[in-house]
């Protein structure tokens, strides 16, 4: 039997629990999910590690040869890079 008068405190908690359970199931990922979406970004931060090792020093220390265009090319690339990224992991991961 429910009680029609109900603790304020214990219906906040009630309404918390079942906002909480809501959004698990929405946002849960299978075991599989993770690993892929795990594996995705170290592909992606390994592309994204060569292309600082090759090119890095004009990135991060721009000397004679670097300029602005160079700089703002190299960082379209990595945020492309990171979208692609996230995409392809979002997609596999579900």
Partial sequence: MEQK???PSQQSLREIKDIMNGSSRILSLSGMGGIWAGCTALAGS???Y????DN???YVN???E???AYFDA?????MLLGIAVFIVAI????
Avoid: M
Avoid at 50 to 53: A, E, R, S, T, Y
């Fill in 74 to 78: 190299f960082t379209v690339r990595l």
């Fill in 50 to 53: 060569n292309w600082l090792k």
């Fill in 91 to 94: 997609a596999g991961a579900f």
């Fill in 46 to 48: 390994a592309v994204a």
């Fill in 5 to 7: 008068h109900q603790d």
């Fill in 66 to 68: 670097a300029t602005i």
């Fill in 62 to 64: 721009p000397g004679n």
């Fill in 56 to 58: 890095g020093t004009r």
